[in-house]
């Protein structure tokens, strides 16, 4: 829903990617709406009618239950295994990637070597993945399998928190109290412009999601046909979180470096420890250290240097 310039990019994505994707990776903050995306990805594929198969990172065997698995025996599937197979000739949707235990990132990554050795003219299965951290900088740390994520991100969706597309927030807001109303069997109600504007106004961290918990509150404190500010919540004044006060322009390096520094400095100096956390090598942190230590000193020398 909406008219913002960053809707509009991403609904001329869904329409060009949804027909030809093969895999797409979908990054947002949590509650932005990353699922809706993926079901619109779907539904425009060649699989449309085939299942979408959503799982989350984290829980592949919840999943597997929900999906018919009754546990397996030495030569059945694992979680993701019995996953892929349910979702072939549609979608596997794997929400919070990011979250994904090693052993199954590790299996995903087989899979998509599988995948991409078959025939693609008899590929019958499309992989979406979504995450709320940046798999590229976690890549680059050493957290995240490299090649997993060039695989995953063949396609890659920015999803804009909604504080960046706030042109959207009234179309958003009306649709949801409308969909709300109905199901209490009501006419939905009008926002007043006070209203309007104090929801303008507030951070919406949790994005569409804290939207809709917000209205659906709401609407149960209207007597009248209009919302007004005083049956809206009392946003609180909320921070804004530490990552979005820096420069969006930050190069990946320097974020890298900042997060190998912060994670040395809770290893208390210790540098094999530091190494172990981050999942790299002793001699990948030195070099990683050593340049980190080029880049400033000739910044500290200069700032000294004589005119």
Same mark, same amino acid.
């Given at each position: 829903?909406?008219?913002?310039? +960053?809707?509009?990019?991403?609904?001329?994505?869904?329409? *060009?990617?949804?027909?030809?994707?093969?895999?797409?990776?979908?990054?947002?903050?949590?509650?932005?709406?990353?699922? *809706?995306?993926?079901?619109?990805?779907?539904?425009?594929?060649?699989?449309?009618?085939?299942?979408?198969?959503?799982?989350?990172?984290?829980?592949?065997?919840?999943?597997?239950?929900?999906?018919?698995?009754?546990?397996?025996?030495?030569?059945?599937?694992?979680?993701?295994?019995?996953?892929?197979?349910?979702?072939?000739?549609?979608?596997?949707?794997?929400?919070?990637?990011?979250?994904?235990?090693?052993?199954?990132?590790?299996?995903?990554?087989?899979?998509?070597?599988?995948?991409?050795?078959?025939?693609?003219?008899?590929?019958?299965?499309?992989?979406?993945?979504?995450?709320? +951290?940046?798999?590229?900088?976690?890549?680059?740390?050493?957290?995240?399998?490299?090649?997993?994520? +060039?695989?995953?991100?063949?396609?890659?969706?920015?999803?804009?928190?909604?504080?960046?597309?706030? +042109?959207?927030?009234?179309?958003?807001?009306?649709?949801?109290?409308?969909?709300?109303?109905?199901?209490?069997?009501?006419?939905?109600?009008?926002?007043?412009?006070?209203?309007?504007?104090?929801?303008?106004?507030?951070?919406?961290?949790?994005?569409?999601?804290?939207?809709?918990?917000?209205?659906?509150?709401?609407?149960?404190?209207?007597?009248?046909?209009?919302?007004?500010?005083?049956?809206?919540?009392?946003? *609180?004044?909320?921070?804004?979180?530490?990552?979005?006060?820096?420069?969006?322009?930050?190069?990946?390096?320097?974020?890298?470096?900042?997060?190998?520094?912060?994670?040395?400095?809770?290893?208390?100096?210790?540098?094999?420890?530091?190494?172990?956390?981050?999942?790299?090598?002793?001699?990948?942190?030195? *070099?990683?250290?050593?340049?980190?230590?080029?880049?400033?000193?000739?910044?500290?020398?200069?700032?000294?240097?004589?005119?």
């Amino acid at each position: 829903m909406g008219s913002s310039p +960053e809707t509009q990019r991403l609904r001329l994505q869904v329409r *060009r990617i949804g027909p030809h994707f093969r895999t797409v990776l979908i990054s947002g903050e949590a509650g932005a709406g990353k699922r *809706r995306i993926a079901r619109a990805l779907h539904a425009r594929s060649r699989a449309a009618n085939g299942p979408f198969v959503a799982c989350h990172g984290a829980a592949l065997e919840v999943a597997a239950a929900a999906y018919g698995s009754q546990g397996r025996g030495a030569d059945a599937p694992d979680a993701l295994g019995y996953l892929h197979r349910v979702a072939q000739q549609g979608t596997l949707f794997l929400d919070a990637i990011n979250e994904m235990p090693l052993q199954d990132r590790l299996r995903l990554l087989r899979l998509l070597r599988r995948q991409d050795a078959a025939d693609a003219t008899r590929l019958q299965l499309r992989i979406i993945a979504t995450t709320s +951290e940046s798999l590229k900088i976690l890549a680059a740390a050493g957290r995240f399998q490299q090649e997993l994520y +060039e695989r995953l991100a063949m396609v890659e969706i920015s999803l804009p928190p909604l504080r960046n597309r706030k +042109e959207d927030l009234l179309a958003l807001a009306e649709q949801l109290l409308s969909q709300f109303a109905a199901l209490h069997g009501r006419q939905a109600p009008a926002i007043s412009e006070q209203a309007m504007e104090q929801m303008q106004s507030y951070y919406w961290p949790g994005n569409v999601t804290e939207l809709k918990d917000v209205l659906q509150s709401s609407l149960l404190r209207i007597e009248g046909g209009v919302l007004e500010p005083h049956h809206l919540p009392a946003f *609180r004044e909320e921070a804004v979180p530490a990552p979005y006060l820096k420069t969006n322009s930050a190069r990946l390096q320097d974020v890298v470096e900042q997060h190998v520094l912060r994670v040395l400095q809770d290893c208390k100096g210790n540098k094999v420890r530091a190494a172990e956390v981050l999942g790299i090598s002793r001699s990948t942190l030195y *070099r990683m250290l050593d340049a980190t230590s080029a880049a400033v000193m000739p910044r500290a020398s200069t700032k000294h240097s004589p005119r």
